[in-house]
């Protein structure tokens, strides 16, 4: 049995343990969850790993010979694999030059053999039953697959050890279906697998132990089927979190109409029509790709509009870009953090103030002490992980960065706040904070729509639901009168069979 092993692994950074004498044991045939909040450790450790990072005590064994890896490649050539949140491809490439992109296959004159290339890609793509070709070119992708081509370039290095980092943060639950088989298939060969998801549901459903970690250390490990979700948020958090629906603070006085659509076209939604109160929380689910994400981008600027109104306020409007659609009292919290959503090389300060530089402004000029003086207050407020206001962004956790994200259109006093999947690749503890820093906007009267695909917290945190398909709204539910189910049958609808 291949085993590895952590002996009293350490890694820091100025000002912060972001691993602290952390020491477990996985063995091949089994997936092992890596499972904590936000800055627990779980990437970091992957990162030391990998070569990403270098320990600054301890060691790894991998089938007892201990390693020691400067960088991804050395580990690549070793036999493992990281699968990383942030996805690592070239997008102008084919999908079948990134699956094999350090070993192409070549011909006798040293050319890459493109023949042999696709067929190759084709035979693992078809492995994972998906619609794409050999040949397509990753930027034409979905999210969702340009995350499993990132899957089956680890697949074809035929690795010992294969880490997932959150893989499922953008895929569908048939595509969830699929990596989850593919993962069975790695178990059966023997591969020690490593899974970091803050989803307990798949936790459950395809983990056999897991590994707790709490601020940089071990907490503890189990068997899967010896615990339960409860056990495992008491261990992760250091406290019962109960039931954090019913903890929240909520608006209990939903005023007049803030935000009118009617009848919004455009080549991804077809006559889209919705209103959303002042102090409302209008929750939107759907599957992926069911155009929620696209409709708020047709609002926000971003996307062209071929039919339809929108009133704010009483008053027709249709934003040119999103700068307009910020100067008039909209806000976009972005699903796509990294890329979308945040600065990664500024700081927390810079990241807070960027949407509001008039009220931190003399004139034409920025004013450091007002710069300062808003930060540390948002940090407070928002209760934000970090050293200092000048930390940069990219450097807090998942959480952290969200939380930034909150303070900078609070900074903005928007009168519309959308929140597009809020929560995704965040901790349970960081969760309930975002459920209550969005009951909180509620209470001052911000209109809050609330994209999720996770249905407990639509559930949980909204007072209205609209559900999707096909770039339609198929359904208006009240939170309090439906369920999962139900919810499921108006997101796989067509739109015909709701009359």
Known sequence: ??????????????????????????HSGEVVALLGENGAGKSTLLKV???????????????????????????IDAGISIIYQERQMVPYLSVAENIFMEALPKTSFGLVDNRVLNQEAQKIIDLFKLPIRASDKVRTLSVAHQQMVEIMKAYRRHPKVIAFDEPTASLSDTEIDILFD??????????????????????????????????????????????????????????????????????REIGDVILDVQHLTNPWITDVSFQLHRGEILGFAGLVGAGRTETMRAIFGADPIRE???????????FSSPKAAIAAGLGLVTEDRKDQGIFQVRSVMDNINVAAMKKVSKGIFLNAPMEHEAAVKAIQQLNIKTPDEMKKIGELSGGNQ????????????????????????????????????????????IGVIFISSELPEI????????????????????????????ILSYAMMETERRE
């Open 1 to 26: 049995m291949s085993t590895l092993e952590f002996r009293n692994i350490s890694k820091i950074f100025p000002g912060v343990r972001a691993l602290d004498g952390m020491s477990f044991t996985a």
């Open 459 to 486: 559930l949980g945190v909204c007072d209205r639901i609209l559900v999707m398909h096909d770039g339609q709204i198929t359904g208006e539910l009240d939170p309090h009168k439906t369920n999962e189910e139900e």
């Open 402 to 445: 969200q939380k930034v994200i909150f303070a900078r259109w609070l900074q903005a006093s928007p009168k519309v706040l959308i929140l597009d999947e809020p929560t995704k690749g965040i901790d349970v503890g960081a969760k309930a904070e975002i459920y209550q820093i969005a009951c909180s906007l509620a209470k001052q009267g």
């Open 308 to 318: 339809g109104t929108i009133l704010l306020e009483g008053k027709q409007v249709r």
């Open 182 to 251: 593919v993962i069975r298939q790695l178990k059966e060969q023997g591969l020690i697998i490593l899974y970091v998801s803050h989803r307990m549901a798949e936790i459950f459903r395809i983990t056999d132990q897991v590994v707790v970690f709490k601020d940089g250390k071990f907490v503890k490990q189990l068997a899967t089927k010896d615990t339960n979700e409860k056990e495992l948020i008491r261990l992760m958090v250091g406290r019962d979190l109960g039931d954090v629906f019913e903890g929240l603070d909520r608006n």
């Open 49 to 75: 790993l990998n070569g990403d990072y270098q320990a600054d005590g301890g060691e790894y064994l991998l089938n007892g010979q201990p390693q020691k890896f400067k960088t991804p490649l050395e580990a």
